[in-house]
C-alpha cells in the first residue's frame, strides 16, 4: 500500500472537509479529551466498543460478527470514506485503522499530525459531542492482520518471520518475550502526532525488510499497530499484530527476558 491511501494531510481533509460521504471519528484514548475540542462533525471512536468486553486482556478485537455490527452502529458502510485521527497520541489513530482495515474497509486513513496538524493548517474545532445514524457494514475480514499466541510461538522458531517488541529500549531491556527483537515505534514518529516521511522509515525499518512476516507486539496491541503500520507504508505486506502482546503473554505465564522491570510508555498500552 502507497502512503497517501494511508494517511491524509490536513489540507486535503480541509478542502474535502463538507463531503457528505466522509465519516471523521477522534480516536484519542479518552472521551474527555475528544470532548475539550475535536474537528467539527468527529464522532468519537471508543475503543472499548470494538473490543471483547469481558476479555482479561485490553483491546482485544471483538469477533468478526460483532465488529461488523459494531462499525456499522457508529456509522460506518463500506462505500464511506473514512478519516481517523488522534489527539497527541497517533498510535490510538494507527490501532483504529488497523481494527477496520482487518474489518475489511477499503477507505480508511489517518490524519497525519493529528489535531495539531488540522490546526495549524488552519481547521477550526468544536466541543459539541457528535454521533452519525447506523449504516450497514458487510465484513470482509483481513485475519492475516492479526497474530495468536500461537502464532507468536511458532514464529518465534521460524528463521523468516520477525517477532518486534515496538517499546522503548528500556522498556524491551527491562521484558520481553524470549526470542523477540526491538525496534521501537518512537523511532517511526514525528513527535507523538505523525509518521515520519517514508525514507526515512524505510531506513529505520531496513533490518526488518528481509523477512516474510512482521508480527508486531507492545504491552496492550495499541503502539504495535502504529508500528505495523510502518511497515505496510514501506512495502511489507504481510505485517500482522499480535493483538495480546505482552498483557496476554506474561497473563498466560509465557517465556520472558530481562531484569523483570519494564515499563510502558502510554495510557492502557
Known amino acids: 500500500m502507497k502512503r497517501e491511501s494511508m494517511l491524509i494531510e490536513a489540507d486535503e481533509l480541509l478542502d474535502k472537509i463538507e463531503d457528505k460521504n466522509i465519516r471523521i471519528f477522534d480516536a484519542t484514548i479518552t472521551n474527555d479529551v475528544y470532548l475539550q475540542e475535536h474537528i467539527p462533525g468527529a464522532v468519537y471512536f471508543d475503543h472499548e466498543r470494538f473490543s471483547i468486553p469481558d476479555s482479561p486482556y485490553a483491546c482485544t478485537i471483538l469477533p468478526v460478527d460483532g465488529l461488523a455490527e459494531q462499525i456499522g452502529n457508529v456509522g460506518i458502510s463500506n462505500d464511506s470514506e473514512v478519516i481517523v485521527y488522534a489527539c497527541g497520541m497517533i498510535p490510538y489513530a494507527a490501532r483504529a485503522w488497523w481494527v477496520l482495515r482487518y474489518a475489511g474497509h477499503d477507505h480508511v486513513r489517518v490524519l497525519n499530525g493529528g489535531l495539531s496538524a488540522w490546526k495549524h493548517a488552519g481547521g477550526k474545532t468544536e466541543q459539541a459531542s457528535r454521533r452519525y ?34 517499546l522503548p529500549a528500556a522498556s ?47 504491552g496492550g496491541g495499541i503502539a504495535a499497530a502504529l508500528s505495523a503500520m510502518a511497515h505496510v507504508m514501506v512495502g511489507q505486506e504481510h505485517a500482522a499484530v499480535y493483538d495480546g502482546s505482552l498483557d496476554e503473554w506474561i497473563g498466560e505465564g509465557l517465556p520472558m527476558t530481562g531484569t523483570g522491570k519494564w515499563a510502558i510508555w502510554e495510557t492502557n498500552e
Do not use: W
Request: some cysteine; aromatic content about 8%; overall charge negative.
Open 133 to 166: 445514524e447506523p449504516a450497514i457494514f458487510r465484513a470482509r475480514p483481513r485475519p492475516e492482520m492479526f497474530a495468536g499466541k500461537q502464532e507468536v510461538m511458532a514464529a518465534l522458531e521460524a528463521d523468516d518471520i520477525a517477532v518486534l517488541d515496538v
Open 172 to 218: 524491551y531491556e527491562g521484558a520481553h518475550i524470549t526470542g523477540s527483537s526491538n525496534l521501537s515505534c518512537m523511532d517511526l514518529m514525528q513527535g507523538m502526532d505523525g509518521f515520519l516521511p517514508d525514507d526515512q522509515l524505510a531506513a529505520r525499518l531496513h533490518e526488518a525488510s528481509p523477512y516474510k512476516r512482521i508480527i508486531t507486539y507492545c
